[in-house]
């Protein structure tokens, strides 16, 4: 983003680089800038050492506390178009975020609301109250971060050069949390948990393939048609009569194209589907 590109709020959010003619007529404001600079330094470093998933939630519910206050982290792989989700929770609050991502892929309005928001945002960072008209729902996921007391979201992603999502972070926050500022460094360090959540799926998904069979290996020649179907949009129904087969035959199929890739819903499917190369879209 340019300078010009920038919002009179986020600028007045900005940093103040040493130097800058505005350090001058403040020293405390100048000794608080080169404290978040220094912040800022040191975080983007930090990212530069994540290579695992412990240290991806180190890094993320240490020291970027630092810059951006949240109780839950939810990283989301967007795959595909339409995207299929993948997510991943990360938070210090709660003993269990998994089950918060969970829960945000189970709510299947919530992601696709979220990226609809940044999209029309023209890419720039959303920030929500969760209620009635924060146009996400009112499902488990959302009672959860109320109960949690986390119910400002801030939310920013990376995109590639055709303008699709690459991936989606959600930050959880307490109210009052997140603001211009938030907005301003979230969009300043996207590119570093891009890179740094990225590092910790390869890692895992090497470290997976020594112990495990690929995805293609356990899913016979049907699944594989059906799932095929699936990430086409097709119903039960649908694909019962394409395959000229019952939708209840279709239906225990599903289940068990769920049960081998250790799923709950036919998005989270397709998603890991992609993940693996098990479909060539």
């Known amino acids: 983003m340019t300078s010009a590109e920038m919002t009179s709020a986020e600028a007045a959010h900005a940093p103040v680089l040493p130097g800058n003619p505005e350090t001058k007529s403040d020293s405390h404001s100048a000794a608080t800038d080169f404290l978040q600079i220094e912040s800022i330094v040191l975080n983007l470093d930090a990212s530069l050492r994540v290579h695992a998933r412990a240290h991806f939630f180190s890094w993320t519910q240490g020291l970027l506390q630092s810059l951006i206050r949240h109780e839950l982290l939810i990283c989301t792989m967007c795959l595909g178009k339409p995207p299929a989700f993948r997510a991943d929770g990360f938070s210090m609050t709660t003993p269990e975020p998994n089950l918060f991502s969970d829960m945000f892929l189970r709510d299947t309005g919530v992601a696709p609301a979220l990226l609809k928001l940044w999209e029309e945002r023209r890419y720039q960072p959303v920030i929500i109250d969760v209620g009635p008209t924060a146009g996400i729902g009112s499902g488990a996921f959302t009672r959860e971060l109320e109960r949690l007391g986390a119910t400002q979201i801030l939310v920013h992603g990376v995109h590639d050069t055709d303008g699709r999502a690459v991936s989606l972070f959600t930050f959880a926050c307490r109210p009052g949390s997140a603001g211009p500022r938030q907005s301003y460094l979230v969009q300043l360090l996207a590119p570093s948990l891009q890179a740094a959540w990225v590092r910790t799926q390869l890692r895992a998904r090497t470290e997976g393939a020594a112990d495990k069979p690929g995805g293609g290996s356990v899913l016979t020649v049907r699944e594989l048609d059906i799932l095929k179907w699936i990430y086409l949009g097709k119903s039960n129904f649908e694909?019962?009569?394409?395959?000229?087969?019952?939708?209840?035959?279709?239906?225990?199929?599903?289940?068990?194209?769920?049960?081998?890739?250790?799923?709950?819903?036919?998005?989270?499917?397709i998603g890991k589907a992609l993940e693996l190369r098990i479909l060539n879209p």
Do not use: C, D, F, W
């Open 239 to 269: 694909i019962g009569a394409i395959l000229k087969i019952s939708p209840l035959t279709v239906k225990n199929h599903v289940q068990k194209i769920l049960r081998k890739l250790n799923v709950v819903n036919r998005t989270q499917a």
